[in-house]
């Protein structure tokens, strides 16, 4: 595996991060971003979710 894919998935798909910035606006009242930033203080967090959320902060804060 070269570096170049190993760092390619490592990215979320855009239908993901979709996804769960309106599950996130669902859970946390119309408030995807705070919802994001309050689970990503979970320190049950897997690294999966972490990693999608953080995805949906970054494009979140780029709005």
Same mark, same amino acid.
């Given at each position: 595996?070269? !570096?170049?894919?190993? =760092?390619?998935? /490592?990215?979320?798909? &855009?239908?993901? @991060? ?14 995807? !971003?705070?919802?994001? =930033?309050?689970? /990503?203080?979970?320190? &049950?967090?897997? @690294? ?16």
């Amino acid at each position: 595996m070269g !570096l170049r894919s190993w =760092l390619a998935g /490592l990215r979320e798909d &855009d239908a993901a @991060v979709r996804s769960e910035i309106w599950r996130l606006g669902n859970a946390h009242r119309g408030e995807p !971003l705070e919802g994001a =930033l309050q689970e /990503l203080k979970d320190p &049950d967090i897997g @690294v999966e979710q972490a990693l999608l959320l953080r995805a949906c902060i970054r494009q979140l804060e780029a709005r």
